[in-house]
């Protein structure tokens, strides 16, 4: 514990940072990247075809992308800052020390994002033809490129937590950047925002677009990207699972929470559903069911959020894989705190040494320190609440299980901390537990 602890008891700390990090996520992949690159191309199918009443529908396809990359896309990537700064602050400061100037990068080019695309909005009536339409076109091309830039930076960050490969030996930031996982990450992510654009765009499509004549063109777009996109995602997926560490792969489906089956019953129908709904646009576009439109939008928003939980939860017991825990322990310190105790290396907590008077307390700060990034006393999510994972547990039955936790369960991190300090952590949660019970 090097920063102040900053506590949600009943939605749980790591709940907070996914639940704002799936909304980036949908809006990010499914809004600025994939449908930016959808809209230049239906841009570029309408000045082939001449057809002004289909350019027309891309232009108010970019005034819903920038109202909600603006407003919605910006604040929840300003919450992933905020919130993981005050959850997982060891995370956060580690991970800026190695990408720093990646992230300086990425946020100029986010700005240029922004520029291109206000102007790629408001001089669509300025630029309509001839060579100055052809600009326009430019502009728009420029926009997807930038975004998809901002991926490319993000995508190297986020996949060096689970992979960082040769950055453990040589501490060197392009080790760290194009880690193991990174380009299979980088492609496999570049096609599923395109697929969930789709997914998420034509059931607003189907409902608000009337005219029969443009609709069914701007569906074949669709079916165009799906065709390419559908495929590579899931080849790029399988590259994905095969780069990841072993030990991660075997959590995916524990990470959700579905029983084996279950989860391979879901994932199957929901391959079929979107084959269904790519083929049905490319027969029938006149003719799409509101009903699969959908389903398809409900299922693309289940399925980033699975994606999402898996992604983070794959990694435990770490935080940045054999680097540091989830805990914000790193493995390089946790033997020094077991020997000379936890709280003594811990640089806000309220009691340094136990006794019997602060016994309590000194548990509730080891509690905060070591197990708050995962658990709460009681909450929503019944597996994680400690007040239904321990009920019926003595104090010693407690204390027993702390130190060997890691080998039952391997997504867990060790406890690190002296025999004290154990004692003090099992006293607490024993009578937390059975204030609750």
């Given at each position: 514990?090097?920063?102040?602890?900053?506590?949600?008891?009943?939605?749980?700390?790591?709940?907070i940072?996914?639940?704002?990090?799936?909304?980036?996520?949908?809006?990010?992949?499914?809004?600025?990247?994939?449908?930016?690159?959808?809209?230049?191309?239906?841009?570029?199918?309408?000045?082939?075809?001449?057809?002004?009443k289909?350019?027309?529908?891309a232009?108010?396809?970019?005034?819903?992308?920038?109202?909600?990359?603006?407003?919605?896309?910006?604040?929840?990537?300003?919450?992933?800052?905020l919130?993981?700064?005050?959850?997982?602050?060891?995370?956060?400061?580690?991970?800026?020390?190695?990408?720093?100037?990646?992230?300086?990068?990425?946020?100029?080019?986010?700005?240029?994002?922004?520029?291109?695309?206000?102007?790629?909005?408001?001089?669509?009536?300025?630029?309509?033809?001839?060579?100055?339409?052809q600009?326009?076109?430019?502009?728009?091309?420029?926009?997807?490129?930038?975004?998809?830039?901002?991926?490319?930076?993000?995508?190297?960050?986020?996949?060096?937590?689970?992979?960082?490969?040769?950055?453990?030996?040589?501490?060197?930031?392009?080790?760290?950047?194009?880690?193991?996982?990174?380009?299979?990450?980088?492609?496999?992510?570049?096609?599923?925002?395109?697929?969930?654009?789709?997914?998420?765009?034509?059931?607003?499509?189907r409902?608000f677009?009337?005219?029969?004549?443009?609709?069914?063109?701007?569906?074949?777009?669709?079916s165009?990207?799906?065709?390419?996109?559908?495929?590579?995602?899931?080849?790029?997926?399988?590259?994905?699972?095969?780069?990841?560490?072993?030990?991660?792969?075997?959590?995916?489906?524990?990470s959700?929470?579905?029983?084996?089956?279950?989860?391979?019953?879901?994932?199957?129908?929901?391959?079929?559903?979107?084959?269904?709904?790519?083929?049905?646009?490319?027969?029938?576009?006149?003719?799409?069911?509101?009903?699969?439109?959908?389903?398809?939008?409900?299922?693309?928003?289940?399925?980033?959020?699975?994606?999402?939980?898996?992604?983070?939860?794959?990694?435990?017991?770490?935080?940045?894989?054999?680097?540091?825990?989830?805990?914000?322990?790193?493995?390089?310190?946790?033997?020094?705190?077991?020997?000379?105790?936890?709280?003594?290396?811990?640089?806000?907590?309220?009691v340094?040494?136990?006794?019997?008077?602060?016994?309590?307390?000194?548990?509730?700060?080891?509690?905060?320190?070591?197990?708050?990034?995962?658990?709460?006393?009681?909450?929503?999510?019944?597996?994680?609440?400690?007040?239904?994972?321990?009920?019926?547990?003595?104090?010693?039955?407690?204390?027993?299980f702390?130190?060997?936790?890691?080998?039952?369960?391997?997504?867990?991190?060790?406890?690190?901390?002296?025999?004290?300090?154990?004692?003090?952590?099992?006293?607490?949660?024993?009578?937390?537990?059975?204030?609750?019970?």
């Amino acid at each position: 514990m090097n920063f102040p602890i900053v506590e949600f008891p009943w939605f749980g700390n790591g709940n907070i940072v996914a639940l704002i990090a799936i909304i980036h996520v949908l809006i990010s992949h499914g809004v600025a990247i994939g449908a930016t690159a959808i809209v230049v191309s239906t841009e570029y199918y309408a000045m082939q075809t001449k057809n002004a009443k289909l350019d027309q529908l891309a232009k108010q396809m970019t005034k819903w992308i920038v109202i909600i990359t603006t407003t919605i896309g910006a604040m929840t990537g300003v919450g992933i800052w905020l919130s993981t700064m005050v959850i997982q602050p060891d995370s956060i400061g580690s991970l800026l020390r190695i990408f720093f100037w990646a992230w300086v990068t990425e946020w100029v080019i986010f700005i240029g994002e922004v520029v291109l695309l206000l102007i790629y909005y408001y001089t669509w009536e300025k630029w309509k033809e001839g060579r100055k339409k052809q600009k326009h076109l430019n502009i728009g091309i420029t926009l997807s490129i930038f975004s998809w830039l901002t991926m490319a930076i993000i995508t190297g960050i986020l996949a060096a937590k689970l992979t960082p490969g040769r950055w453990m030996e040589t501490l060197s930031f392009w080790n760290a950047f194009f880690n193991p996982t990174y380009l299979p990450s980088l492609a496999f992510r570049t096609f599923l925002a395109v697929t969930l654009t789709i997914s998420l765009f034509t059931i607003f499509v189907r409902l608000f677009v009337k005219d029969e004549d443009v609709r069914p063109q701007l569906f074949r777009i669709f079916s165009i990207w799906g065709a390419i996109s559908l495929p590579a995602t899931f080849v790029f997926g399988l590259w994905y699972l095969k780069s990841i560490p072993e030990q991660a792969a075997k959590l995916i489906v524990w990470s959700t929470g579905l029983p084996e089956q279950t989860f391979n019953v879901l994932n199957i129908f929901a391959f079929v559903l979107i084959v269904v709904f790519l083929a049905w646009l490319v027969i029938r576009p006149k003719k799409l069911p509101i009903v699969l439109a959908l389903a398809m939008f409900v299922s693309a928003i289940g399925f980033i959020g699975e994606f999402e939980v898996v992604r983070e939860s794959v990694r435990k017991p770490y935080i940045i894989y054999n680097y540091m825990y989830v805990n914000g322990i790193t493995k390089a310190k946790a033997e020094a705190m077991n020997r000379e105790g936890y709280l003594a290396h811990s640089t806000i907590a309220k009691v340094k040494e136990i006794t019997d008077e602060n016994k309590l307390e000194a548990g509730r700060e080891i509690y905060l320190g070591q197990c708050l990034a995962c658990h709460t006393i009681d909450g929503w999510r019944s597996k994680r609440a400690l007040a239904n994972r321990l009920d019926g547990w003595s104090q010693e039955t407690i204390k027993s299980f702390i130190p060997n936790m890691h080998n039952v369960r391997p997504m867990m991190p060790p406890f690190v901390g002296t025999e004290e300090e154990l004692e003090a952590l099992a006293a607490y949660l024993y009578k937390v537990v059975n204030e609750q019970n």
